[in-house]
């Protein structure tokens, strides 16, 4: 079955960096678009970014734009999300997304990042 597994959140200072790991299996990965979402403490899920199926292209959300990064390692079945100079309105449960080549859609348990000093 699809599983997703997002990784590497903490706390970081603002102005830090912080890389998040989505590990995704039951599914054949390169083939496949991928997709970060987050979700602020009360506030709804916000798409932040999408790549394509080989990591040609990405297209982002215009809060994060500039300043995180997404990229995927076929080989690894992982998808990665660079965030740099983060905010403190950065802070929410990271989520990585795919439909796995399907009308279905799949996530991942989430990812909690906190951005304080």
């Known amino acids: 079955q699809v599983q997703l597994v997002e990784s590497g959140g903490g706390l970081v200072q603002p102005g830090g960096s912080l890389r998040l790991s989505c590990a995704a299996s039951g599914f054949t990965f390169s083939t496949s678009a991928m997709r970060w979402y987050r979700q602020a403490p009360g506030a709804e899920r916000k798409l932040i970014g999408i790549?394509?199926?080989?990591?040609?292209?990405?297209n982002y959300a215009d809060s994060v734009k500039g300043r995180f990064i997404i990229s995927r390692d076929n080989a690894k079945n992982t998808m990665y999300l660079q965030m740099n100079s983060v905010k403190t309105e950065d802070t929410a449960v990271y989520y990585c997304y795919t439909n796995a080549g399907s009308s279905l859609g799949y996530w991942g348990q989430g990812t909690q990042v906190t951005v304080s000093s």
């Open positions: 790549i394509t199926s080989a990591g040609i292209s990405a």
